[in-house]
């Protein structure tokens, strides 16, 4: 059995972070372990508390599982201050970590900034060069670029600007665009987009976390980022399809619809 271990933030409703990362990996067989960087007290409708773990216990984790059960791949998700940041930078180059996913969780779904510009510039600065692929949606990307995105053609752009800073796989994820859904990788000077229409389904939540995890689950099962992602579009799209309706605001996905 392949392992995978996810870096995130718990969320107490369920249908994102840890919880979601942890259904996804089940649902694609894989085993799945956390590292929590932070307890959120949160539902549907919103976020209502937010309570850090300690770099210091945020490396301890770090070391219980990386010391046993060595992961098949790392999806690393919110990760909120500058210290835990550093931390697991310094542990990914420890233990030699392979196949990590990053999803740059810096902006909510409402385009605020979720934290401060220091954290952002030492994730830019200590994460994302170990990743093998980001995924940051439109306003991360907008973040990581400097420029507003709104349409395709400004994705494309964007993806290239990312690219002298980073030189792995960018998935530039178009939930957010008028038209469509379409995502962008770009990766070895290529474009490769993934054609997605919208989906009539108001329940969202988590669907990054959710998207992250099932690359990671993926690259773990030995495939390339172009196959993983693909994989990850159909796994989610079936996920959204299936219509759960939970809660009273934007409510999570079915993460089981294939068992």
């Not at 301890?60 to 999806?75: E, G, M, N, R, T």
Request: net charge negative; hydrophobic share 40%.
């Amino acid at each position: 059995m392949k392992k995978v271990l996810t870096i995130a933030g718990s969320d107490s409703s369920g249908g994102a972070g840890i919880q979601a990362d942890l259904k996804t990996m089940t649902s694609h067989k894989i085993y799945g372990m956390s590292v929590i960087t932070a307890l959120t007290a949160q539902n549907t409708t919103g976020v209502f508390g937010i309570y850090e773990s300690s770099p210091e216990f945020v490396s301890l984790q770090l070391d219980a599982v990386f010391s046993d059960i060595y992961p098949d791949a790392v999806k690393i998700g919110m990760v909120s201050n500058k210290e835990i940041i550093s931390v697991i930078a310094d542990k990914l180059v420890e233990y030699k970590a392979k196949n990590i996913v990053l999803d740059p969780v810096m902006v909510a779904t409402s385009g605020s900034r979720l934290f401060k510009d220091d954290a952002i510039e030492m994730l830019i600065k200590k994460l994302v060069p170990f990743a093998k692929v980001i995924t940051p949606n439109i306003h991360e990307a907008e973040v990581l670029c400097g420029f507003v995105i709104s349409n395709k053609k400004d994705m494309q752009k964007a993806a290239i600007k990312i690219s002298e800073i980073y030189s792995g796989g960018i998935l530039i994820k178009g939930g957010h665009l008028t038209e469509c859904s379409d995502d962008l990788l770009f990766e070895h000077d290529e474009f490769i987009w993934y054609e997605q229409s919208k989906i009539n389904n108001p329940n969202t939540h988590g669907t990054g976390c959710t998207l992250s995890s099932a690359i990671a689950c993926n690259l773990a099962e030995g495939f390339n980022i172009k196959e993983s992602i693909q994989n990850a579009k159909n796994y989610i799209t079936g996920a959204l399809k299936d219509n759960l309706d939970l809660g009273k605001g934007s409510g999570p996905l079915n993460h089981c619809w294939n068992l």
